[in-house]
């Protein structure tokens, strides 16, 4: 049995945490200045309260990060000198994966979330870079975390993971401004006739995008932004997805949308 520590349980970090509960591991979370939304998530998970961050990362033998993008680099600073074995599993491109790794101090280890959480009938999958990567897999034999090394480099899983989301909500984004365009301009009928004809699984996808977005577009800002600096850093435009952060920043305000809120929001915000 190992002891691990998860930063912070939102519905992904507590739904992993679950699985490693499941597992035989014993799950210790942060309670200081979170929210009573977070305690509710982390009870329900059965994760144990070790008060601050601070004492979770000196009781912990591996530190799990799992927080939207723009806080990835601040969760590890908080730990730095802390933390003897720290995953980063945020959706980060390879440069900030890096920072990450030097900030903590400690082993550090690259990850990447791909899926929704780790439910009945729902497999996540969480790629691992980096020195340990394997143990790191290991303690997830027999979960409904699906844990593969990619790489031996701290930045190979982030990598991935940019790569896999810059097609999964990039396209998505696009399909939604597209859509939104049409709308604009009163040809949206004349779309999805043409759609019919060549593209039958269009509509049905845009209202998926849209469903996808709920709730969440406010995490894949930071998201498509990372992706955005992971291509311009390789030498590709970063513009698609600066493009698809700036859609999805639209939708952020729409707590709940379905496909017509998201169209008008996309509209209306222009």
Do not use: C, N, Q
């Given at each position: 049995m190992s002891v691990i520590g998860v930063?912070?349980?939102?519905?992904?970090?507590?739904?992993?945490?679950?699985?490693?509960?499941?597992?035989?591991?014993?799950?210790?979370?942060?309670?200081?200045?979170?929210?009573?939304?977070?305690?509710?998530?982390?009870?329900a998970a059965g994760l144990r309260d070790a008060g601050s961050v601070v004492d979770l990362a000196r009781a912990s033998d591996l530190v799990l990060s799992v927080c939207p993008p723009h806080a990835a680099a601040g969760v590890a600073a908080q730990v730095a000198g802390h933390a003897r074995r720290f995953v980063d599993a945020n959706a980060i491109s390879p440069a900030t994966a890096r920072e990450v790794a030097e900030t903590v101090g400690a082993q550090a280890i690259d990850g990447g979330i791909v899926g929704p959480p780790p439910r009945d009938g729902a497999v996540t999958s969480l790629l691992l870079s980096g020195t340990g990567a394997d143990e790191v897999a290991a303690l997830f034999a027999g979960t409904r975390v699906r844990a593969r090394v990619v790489?031996?480099?701290?930045?190979?899983?982030?990598?991935?993971?940019?790569?896999?989301?810059?097609?999964?909500?990039?396209?998505?984004?696009?399909?939604?401004?597209?859509?939104?365009l049409a709308r604009a301009e009163g040809v949206e009928e004349a779309l999805l006739a043409e759609w019919a004809i060549t593209h039958p699984y269009l509509p049905e996808a845009s209202e998926r995008a849209a469903r996808g977005a709920a709730g969440k577009s406010w995490r894949w800002i930071g998201e498509m932004e990372e992706i955005a600096a992971s291509m311009?850093?390789?030498?590709?435009?970063?513009?698609?997805h600066l493009a698809a952060a700036a859609i999805y920043e639209r939708l952020a305000a729409e707590s709940e949308p379905d496909l017509s809120t998201a169209l008008l929001a996309l509209v209306q915000d222009a």
């Open positions: 930063l912070h349980p939102g519905a992904m970090g507590a739904a992993i945490g679950r699985e490693l509960r499941d597992a035989g591991h014993e799950v210790l979370w942060a309670s200081e200045s979170r929210s009573p939304e977070t305690a509710d998530r982390a009870a790489g031996v480099e701290i930045g190979a899983a982030s990598a991935a993971k940019m790569a896999y989301a810059g097609w999964t909500k990039g396209s998505a984004a696009l399909l939604l401004a597209v859509r939104a311009e850093a390789a030498g590709l435009p970063g513009g698609f």
